[in-house]
């Protein structure tokens, strides 16, 4: 019984994620009681699963690198690439078309990796870099046209069912058990921490710093490629308008979910949530009826909350709104 | 993360102030960074007058200019505050809220209307500069959130419609032309001008580079901190508004996503040009440099023919280039 209870508290969200599963009940509750026949439905659970599967498995590799101090904002260009390259190898095979779409992923995230770890240039440059690199290759690859699936069998992974429940939401549960193992049950995992909480005192308690920091990049770049599969899949084509603003839905999914810029936080478990938050809100907003312009703005404001609250707690805001002090000595933020 | 080395404190270090040995080679690396992007520069323009006979044309060279000076002006803006150490991504945003202000007002005069549309700058800048400085939130985050906010409200007060608007003095900001050079050229250049002379010659300027180089220091030292990092801020926000302004100016027309690449694009150019993205280095002279690097390289690949998406991977890769170089070209932290 006590071990029940342990690892029903060990699953249970604590600290940082307390906040985004409150929004997350709270905004299922909301749409229920306002669009009750609409959003309450198989058909609906089973949809804003499929959409959310994309964007929650590029968030799990992303939450990889923002534990361990990184950032990557080429995630949705290396989306996007893979999945042209994905359907552009098709005449050649499915499984060759995936284990080349793959290894584009691996190879920008090997790239990211090498440049951040070794050649220390700030994550937000480097990956700038490959972010721009790999959106143009998408244009020049796909000489700016959709490119048509060949195969039928290739649709089943992002679109089709197994059962009531849809296969990318399988890849999103499996992927993201993996990585809830890797983060929290083995010395990789431990590393990931230990480096995005400190470099220095990672270095010092005999972590390989800069390996560990190329493997999160890795895994990010491998997330995103297969993100770019399952959607190109589910599409049945690639398309250059893909992932163009995938940086900043994940990144704001990520933080929801209790990653920081700073490193050290994050877990796979809050990724989902943040991702989960995010389609909740285009569905439910949806059903109500409520404009592409004005979910855009309801977007906005939520995230600049949930960033402010990232380094502010509500309790030192308020404390801070009556006082009127200055800038608190708490932790300070990086410029990224 | 530590402070960057700048490279005047090579010369510094050279006497010996910092007790440390400068290895010849950095001190070459080092100089080369200081050049590297006028190199770059003076070599693109080598490589398309090559490749173009046409190309060395004053008519060609303004041209290219001309094309880069929108680009150029946000990144003046950006570069003012990437120097304070932080960030302005909402630039995207603010170009196409401004254009949309802009044309929105236009039948109230087109004086107003422009002053409308620089306020909504001003506004962001000020927004953005309150939430950071107050919060100590990230700035990338916020001004990326503000980004999201702008591009929302563009989208709902135009119904995602394109705005068009005629009018003879708006029409010159953006499509005039004084002595064969057109107005937005003139503009950004006068507006470089004046930031270097800022940066290099008067105490603001120097309390920009102090607050990046060492916050706490700077505030120790007397410099008012947060009220110069909400001016730079409120300066990034504005220098985007005039982008929006003489883009929809030069079209005759604006979208709520007009801006839709210029934050990155901006950041680039800066960061091209030599400025650092941890603050403390940096400047518009250098802003103007990658600036033009951009547009050039854009010129020869389409004298090389290519297409338009190879200008995305030859500008990515230049930019991690010359970002590589900049890095080897630093000590050890």
Redesign the interface.
């Known amino acids: 019984m006590g071990g029940r209870l342990r690892l029903v508290s060990r699953l249970l969200p604590s600290g940082n994620q307390r906040a985004i599963t409150v929004l997350v009940i709270g905004l299922i509750v909301f749409f229920s009681l306002t669009t009750p026949v609409t959003f309450v439905s198989t058909a609906n659970a089973a949809n804003l699963l499929r959409q959310m599967s994309f964007n929650a498995v590029i968030a799990l590799g992303v939450v990889v690198v923002m534990a361990g101090g990184g950032l990557d904002i080429s995630v949705g260009a290396v989306m996007s690439m893979s999945a042209a390259v994905v359907m552009g190898f098709q005449p050649h095979g499915v499984p060759v078309a995936v284990v080349m779409a793959l290894a584009f992923g691996v190879a920008v995230g090997a790239i990211n990796g090498v440049?951040v770890a070794w050649?220390?240039?700030?994550p937000?440059?480097?990956t700038?870099?490959?972010?721009?690199?790999?959106?143009?290759?998408?244009?020049?690859y796909s000489h700016?046209m959709p490119i048509p699936g060949a195969n039928v069998a290739f649709t089943v992974l992002g679109g089709g069912n197994l059962g009531p429940i849809p296969v990318p939401v399988l890849f999103m549960i499996g992927l993201a058990i993996v990585i809830h193992v890797t983060m929290t049950h083995t010395p990789f995992g431990r590393a990931v921490y230990a480096v995005g909480g400190d470099f220095e005192a990672a270095r010092l308690a005999g972590i390989n710093v800069a390996l560990t920091r190329f493997s999160t990049y890795v895994i990010s770049g491998f997330c995103s490629s297969l993100a770019g599969i399952l959607l190109a899949s589910e599409l049945n084509t690639s398309s250059t308008q893909l992932g163009i603003d995938t940086p900043?839905l994940i990144?704001a999914a990520v933080?929801m979910g209790g990653a920081s810029?700073l490193g050290g936080r994050g877990t796979a478990v809050g990724a989902l949530l943040g991702v989960l938050a995010l389609g909740l809100l285009a569905t439910g907003l949806d059903g109500l009826g409520v404009?592409?312009?004005?979910?855009?703005?309801?977007?906005?404001?939520i995230?600049?909350a949930i960033?402010?609250l990232?380094?502010?707690s509500v309790g030192r805001?308020w404390a801070?709104l009556r006082l009127r002090t200055g800038?608190?000595r708490?932790?300070?933020?990086?410029?990224? | 993360?530590g402070t960057p080395l700048r490279e005047s404190d090579v010369a510094e270090k050279l006497a010996g102030l910092e007790h440390r040995r400068v290895s010849v080679a950095k001190a070459v690396l080092s100089g080369g960074r200081r050049y590297l992007t006028f190199v770059l520069l003076l070599f693109l323009l080598a490589c398309a007058s090559v490749l173009s006979p046409s190309f060395l044309s004053a008519n060609n060279l303004v041209s290219v200019a001309y094309g880069s000076s929108v680009l150029g002006i946000v990144a003046l803006g950006q570069t003012m505050l990437l120097i304070t150490?932080?960030?302005d991504m909402s630039v995207a945003g603010v170009i196409g809220a401004a254009g949309i202000a802009t044309l929105l007002l236009m039948p109230f005069g087109a004086i107003p209307a422009i002053f409308a549309g620089l306020g909504v700058g001003l506004a962001v800048g000020f927004l953005n500069g309150f939430?950071?400085?107050?919060?100590?939130?990230?700035?990338?985050?916020?001004t990326?959130?503000?980004?999201?906010?702008l591009?929302?409200?563009?989208?709902?007060i135009t119904?995602?419609q394109t705005l068009y608007g005629d009018d003879p003095f708006f029409n010159w900001i953006g499509q005039g032309v004084v002595l064969g050079v057109p107005v937005t050229l003139l503009a950004f250049l006068a507006l470089a001008a004046l930031f270097q002379v800022v940066l290099a010659r008067t105490p603001y300027g120097r309390c920009l580079y102090a607050i990046g180089l060492n916050r706490e220091a700077a505030r120790l030292s007397g410099v008012p901190v947060?009220r110069i990092r909400l001016m730079s801020f409120m300066l990034s926000g504005l220098m985007a508004a005039l982008a929006g302004v003489a883009l929809a100016s030069r079209l005759n027309s604006i979208t709520a996503n007009a801006g839709l690449g210029y934050d990155?694009l901006s950041?680039?150019a800066a960061?091209l040009g030599g400025t650092s993205?941890?603050?403390g280095r940096g400047g518009a002279a250098r802003t103007v440099a990658g600036t033009l690097v951009l547009g050039l390289l854009d010129n020869v690949l389409v004298l090389l023919g290519m297409?338009?998406?190879?200008?995305?991977?030859?500008?990515?890769?230049v930019?991690?280039l010359v970002?590589?170089f900049d890095?080897?070209s630093r000590e050890e932290?």
Not at chain 1, 128 to 140: K, Q, R, W
Not at chain 1, 291 to 301: K, N, P, S
Not at chain 2, 307 to 317: C, K, N, P, Q, S
């Open positions: 440049m050649f220390d240039i700030v937000f440059v480097a700038l870099g490959t972010m721009t690199i790999a959106s143009g290759l998408v244009h020049e700016d900043l990144l933080i810029l404009q592409t312009a004005q979910q855009t703005i309801i977007r906005a404001v995230f600049v960033v402010v990232d380094v502010v805001l801070r800038l608190s708490g932790r300070e933020a990086t410029p990224m | 993360m150490g932080n960030f939430i950071v400085i107050r919060t100590n939130a990230s700035p990338f985050l916020v990326l959130g503000t980004q999201l906010l591009y929302g409200a563009g989208l709902a119904q995602s947060n990155f950041i680039i960061v993205l941890f603050g297409t338009f998406a190879f200008e995305d991977i030859v500008r990515g890769a930019f991690l970002v590589g890095r080897l932290r």
